[in-house]
Nanobody, 114 residues
Framework: QVQLVESGGGWVQAGGSLRLSCAAS????????MGWYRQTPGKQRESVAQ???????NYADSVKGRFTISRDNAKNTLYLQMNSLKPEDTAVYYC????????WGQGTQVTVSS
């Protein structure tokens, strides 16, 4: 059974940084494509960043140059480094394993104040 547990969210002023973590069990992150998504009330969940099993990355235009997705295979943990945060980055952030349907964690809240 795949379990993903997000952490690292919090409150930060605009321009600040946060690093989100996604601890995985029941899955080997290094051999799976993974992604970070975010959702605000009343809106659909949107893709923020992806990393393939080979390590290739892709980002939404809105976060390109500010966010970095990475993983530590030894710790089986996925990360999202978020810099130069903006109020519009405020959302609940989730990690996801593409090969495992509905493998959403509980999410972690990120709040960016202006």
């Amino acid at each position: 059974q795949v379990q993903l547990v997000e952490s690292g969210g919090g409150w930060v002023q605009a321009g600040g940084s946060l690093r989100l973590s996604c601890a995985a069990s029941g899955i080997i992150l290094g051999t799976n494509a993974m992604g970070w998504y975010r959702q605000t009330p009343g809106k659909q969940r949107e893709s923020v960043a992806q990393i393939t099993s080979g390590g290739s990355t892709n980002y939404a235009d809105s976060v390109k140059g500010r966010f970095t997705i990475s993983r530590d295979n030894a710790k089986n943990t996925l990360y999202l480094q978020m810099n130069s945060l903006k109020p519009e980055d405020t959302a609940v952030y989730y990690c996801y394993a593409y090969a495992y349907y509905n493998s959403w964690g509980q999410g972690t809240q990120v709040t960016v104040s202006s």
